[in-house]
């Protein structure tokens, strides 16, 4: 018997497959290249099999729940969505949802004003608050191995951003859910990996949009096209 030829890797943000017409979407529906939906079977009831764990079931069931409570008018038909809830509010839910009353916010200290407020209204919702900003250990740049040049402001010294002594400060309270705000690209990546609590994400990263990262992709035809060049200023592959 020949080996089992292996599935191809999955491609979904390529297919062209109208959305309402989509093998995930509808049972009648058509899949795209390497659709999971359709050809990742063995791999699919390995992942469905991970909810027979009451907790995973439980933590899905929940947000399941939540993603319907954030759209109004649901009983109406024909339907058209109305969104009706902001991320924090969703988080917030969310929480309660799940019985938790502790949550860990690890922020960056570019928004030091922002995790103030948030940490004021999740209070106000009755949830007990576990903050740590980036900069928390003053741990010097040096011990990555990093010289002078490769700092920010050059010339002193400066704190490493240290979103694994985040993560193990909440790891020490005990949070039942963390709270992402602002850390940079690769930061975040180190908290994930490092925290016991699951953690979700209030606002990501970017300096330049305000941290609003998808201003960048909407215009991504007009005033960034630099984004879909090369370094030489040609058009890339696909574009």
Avoid at 37 to 63: C, G, H, I, S, W
Wanted: hydrophobic letters at 35%; charged letters at 25%.
């Amino acid at each position: 018997m020949g080996k089992k030829e292996k599935a191809s890797d999955p491609t979904c943000a390529s297919c062209r497959v109208a959305t309402s017409k989509r093998a995930c979407v509808t049972p009648d529906g058509v899949g795209g290249n390497n659709c999971p939906t359709q050809e990742q079977a063995e791999a699919l009831q390995a992942a469905n099999a991970k909810y027979d764990d009451p907790k995973v079931m439980e933590f899905a069931r929940q947000a399941s729940l939540q993603e319907a409570a954030c759209y109004a008018n649901r009983h109406q038909r024909p339907y058209v969505l109305q969104p009706s809830k902001t991320r924090i509010q969703e988080i917030w839910e969310f929480a309660h949802r799940m019985g938790y009353t502790k949550l860990g916010l690890a922020f960056c200290l570019g928004l030091v004003n922002e995790a103030a407020k948030v940490e004021e209204i999740f209070k106000g919702k009755g949830l007990d608050v576990v903050s740590a900003l980036c900069k928390a250990g003053a741990t010097p740049k040096e011990m990555l191995g990093l010289s002078d040049e490769d700092k920010i402001r050059q010339g002193g010294f400066e704190s490493v951003c240290n979103p694994v002594f985040q993560a193990e400060l909440m790891n020490r309270a005990g949070t039942d859910l963390n709270v992402l705000l602002g850390l940079c690209v690769g930061h975040d990546s180190l908290f994930l990996s490092h925290a016991k609590a699951p953690t979700t994400v209030l606002a990501v990263k970017d300096r330049v949009t305000g941290h609003n990262p998808l201003a960048a992709i909407y215009l991504s035809d007009v005033y960034y096209a630099k984004l879909k060049m090369d370094d030489a200023g040609e058009e890339g592959e696909g574009s």
